[in-house]
């Protein structure tokens, strides 16, 4: 008789990349240590965009963001220049593991992953994400199980206020948030059999983006702080704890991987785009510069000259003022790949303050993804490859700027995450190939002996079974 089809266990610790969890802080986790003794691990490749928004979902749909239709934390609405949405569970256009899991008559828990608020009716259980909005109470799927949720965490927080100087706070909130999840998932496992338990962990990208310059010598602005640093390994010290006390309640029958959805690094500075679209001519505004860290939202654009605007964050969202698209668009829609091979050529010969290639690499949605649904940029640009963030504000009289407009920010996405499955055919204990975010659906759906489904663009990751 084969064996039948295993409980999967998928831990997932969001923007945590090889190098941080296989060498920084991999000494002070020894129950991580162990698991990696007993899996096969090594570099997720991200998807474009690397942002938590939408890599989750395309882990859990083994579907790109072009086909799920979501490219990031904010859209653009169709037919205005501002007006933006957050995606919500409801956004996006394919289904979820969960989704196909709960057809099947299979049992799936969820705790966190984004987009995941409201929370999708799922055959089980499914705690919403960090996007939850502030005072929301309909954040547990089924309602009856929010009393347990609850009352396990004494007050369930989806996340920290970060991008603040009052680290000592943030780093107390982490810990304590971070415990909390744990103790949730813990007390969720028991109300099982799962046949899919699925767990999110904000907590690494917050703590990564608030104190990452006091920990990595590599760092432009490193800072000798004994305290500070203590905070981070004791984060990670925690993570360690939790994680082992967490597969000490699963047991050893149950197949379990540890992903994350993207990798961090320092931010190398910041390219203020708008600015950079204003000096060579795209975007022209009617009256003299406005104050430093003017959102673009907020000055006065003089759309009849303005050929093209762009967004900040983790990559620039730029965006054509079309003609009989936009609402005072100027280029016609014959016109559009003139302005595109132009943009894409004068990017491409951006330079640092020192004189030296910036290395700009600019892509096209339509030629990314198998298809582009949704609201999408109409060009997707990365600069310093994702180590410099992307500033949309105005104002500044310069292309660099060292701070993120949003607020203190140490550390920006990149496209190297991890992923460690318990239990390989071969390779157990050994850092293996560099797999695909893509191929995590199917993987799982292979380890419960489920479908894969001809429409997922990834395939299983060979050696598991």
């Keep these: ?6 409980r999967v266990l998928v831990i997932g610790l969001d ?13 002070l986790m020894p129950r991580v240590r162990d698991l990696l003794g007993r899996s096969r691990y090594g570099t997720l490749r991200s998807i474009d965009p690397p942002i938590t ?30 007006d933006n949405y957050i995606p919500t569970s409801r956004t996006l256009l394919q289904p979820l593991l969960w989704d196909r899991l709960s057809r099947l008559g299979k049992r799936v828990c969820v705790i966190g992953m984004p987009p995941g608020y409201p929370p999708p009716a ?4 499914y705690i919403s994400d960090f996007l939850t909005p502030d005072g929301a109470t309909d954040y547990v799927y089924p309602p009856s199980m929010k009393a347990e949720v609850d009352r396990v965490s004494g007050g369930y927080p989806f996340d920290v206020t970060f991008r603040q100087n009052d680290r000592d706070r943030i780093g107390r909130e982490l810990l304590e948030m971070t415990r909390k999840h744990f103790a949730v998932a813990r007390d969720l496992w028991t109300k099982g059999p799962w046949d899919l338990f699925a767990y999110h962990e904000i907590g690494p990208d917050r703590l990564h983006h608030t104190f990452w310059r006091f920990f990595d010598r590599e760092h432009p602005q490193f ?3 004994a305290r500070m640093r203590a905070v981070v390994e004791e984060y990670y010290r925690m993570l360690d704890t939790e994680i082992g006390r967490f597969l000490g309640e699963v047991g050893p029958k149950a197949r379990v991987l540890v992903v994350s959805d993207h990798g961090s690094q320092a931010m ?20 003299p510069p406005p104050p430093p860290k003017t959102p673009i939202e907020e000055a006065a654009v003089d759309w009849s000259r303005t050929r093209a ?8 969202r730029i965006f054509y003022n079309v003609k009989g698209r936009e609402p005072e668009g100027i280029v016609r829609p014959k016109d559009v790949p003139d302005l595109e091979t132009k943009l894409t050529r004068e990017f491409q010969g951006v330079t640092k303050p020192d004189g030296t290639p910036l290395g700009v690499d600019v892509r096209r949605p339509r030629e990314v993804y198998r298809e582009v649904r949704g609201d999408a940029p109409d060009l997707m640009v990365y600069f310093g490859n994702v180590a410099v963030r992307s500033i949309g504000s105005i104002g500044y009289g310069s292309l660099y700027i060292e701070e993120n407009d949003t607020g203190p920010d140490d550390a920006v996405h990149s496209f190297e995450g991890i992923y460690a499955i318990s239990d390989p055919v071969d390779g157990r204990g050994q850092r293996g190939p560099e797999e695909k975010l893509l191929d995590i659906a199917p993987t799982i759906l292979t380890l419960l002996g ?16």
């Excluded at 605007?309 to 620039?316: I, L, V």
């Excluded at 489920?450 to 079974?465: D, K, M, N, S, Y």
């Design 15 to 27: 923007s945590v990349s090889p190098w941080l969890l296989f060498e920084r802080f991999l000494p």
């Design 450 to 465: 489920a479908p894969v489904p001809g429409e997922l663009q990834g395939r299983p990751i060979p050696g598991f079974r």
């Design 223 to 225: 800072e000798e702080n």
């Design 53 to 82: 928004v939408p890599a989750w979902a395309v882990m859990f749909s083994g579907m790109d963001p072009g086909t799920l239709g979501l490219y990031g934390f904010r859209h653009r609405k169709p037919g205005t220049y501002w």
């Design 309 to 316: 605007w762009g967004s900040g964050g983790y990559y620039a």
């Design 1 to 6: 008789m084969p064996d039948p089809p295993a």
């Design 268 to 287: 190398k500075g910041c390219f203020c785009v708008n600015e950079w679209l204003i000096q060579k001519g795209y975007l022209a505004l009617k009256g």
């Design 122 to 125: 799922v055959n089980g259980v």
